[in-house]
């Protein structure tokens, strides 16, 4: 009976390689998971735990940070509701026109398209204070600062780069052959990109959103400039608690959370999703 075949890099190779492997797994879980953990610990102890001279791994916990951050002047609500509502619209907005203007850039067969490809996700490493001035003007002219809806237009100057980019990658992953059969069956040319090609791309579809919800959940720059009392986001309230006569690090570790394990959730979710995409079609993306 023959050994079963090595199915994970961590199997293969020699002992030495794989141990060096598992310590460097080890050491990259520690450096990820001991900030999150001191973070979630700090937000559980009080006022007089968090800011003690000696560190204390042994507390009573108690959520009086987390009522504090609902209660009163530092109601986080809004805060909360200007996050979801503007990184979940620009999310949706860039996948949907990001999956057609990929779609296209896949299909089309012209002189340059490389080129247009790299033209488009190089607007996507422009560096936020290039474009902030010129947006600035732009918005005050078309009255869009301190409005939700010009932070969703804000976002998606950088999530719609991303998302035609990658999802153009995804689309070339799948067989033309696919459409011609659909189209000789009597589809429509968006009958056969509707019903065929795009549910064969459903993980570049998860991964895409789950990536523009996640730079756009994190923005700080852009919310700092384009936001104002109706709009502000979650990482503008933790910047509210950093003030002179000092730093709140109960409610700033408390904000930490609301803001870092929505995401870890989504992630966690959609894992198998997200690693297909990252794998696929990020890879060979052109």
Known sequence: MSATAPTSPLERGTKSSRTLAWVLLAVGLVWTLVPLVWMLSSSLKSKADVTSGTPKFFFAPTLDNYRNLFSGANDL???????????????????????????????????????????????????????????????????????????VLAYLTFDLPFAIWLMSAFFADVPPSLEESALVAGCSRWQAFWRVVLPLTKAGLVTTFVLCLVFAWNDYAFA???????????????????????????????????????????????????????????????
């Open 77 to 151: 609500t809004p805060y909360l509701l200007h996050s979801i509502v503007a990184g979940g619209v620009s999310a949706v907005l860039a996948v949907a026109l990001g999956a057609l203007a990929g779609y296209g850039l896949s299909r089309t067969r012209m002189r340059g398209r490389r080129h247009l490809s790299f033209w488009i996700i190089s607007t996507r490493m422009a560096p936020i204070a290039a474009v902030v001035l010129p947006l600035f003007l732009i918005f005050r002219q078309l009255d869009l600062i301190d409005s939700v809806f010009g932070l």
């Open 224 to 286: 700092l400039v384009f936001s104002g009392p109706n709009s502000q986001t979650l990482p503008i309230a933790a910047s509210q608690l950093v003030t002179q006569t000092g730093i709140d690090w109960g409610q700033l570790c408390a904000i930490g959370t609301f803001v870092v394990v929505p995401m870890m959730l989504a992630g966690l979710a959609v894992r198998r999703w997200l690693v297909t995409g990252l794998t696929l079609g990020a890879v060979t993306g052109e």
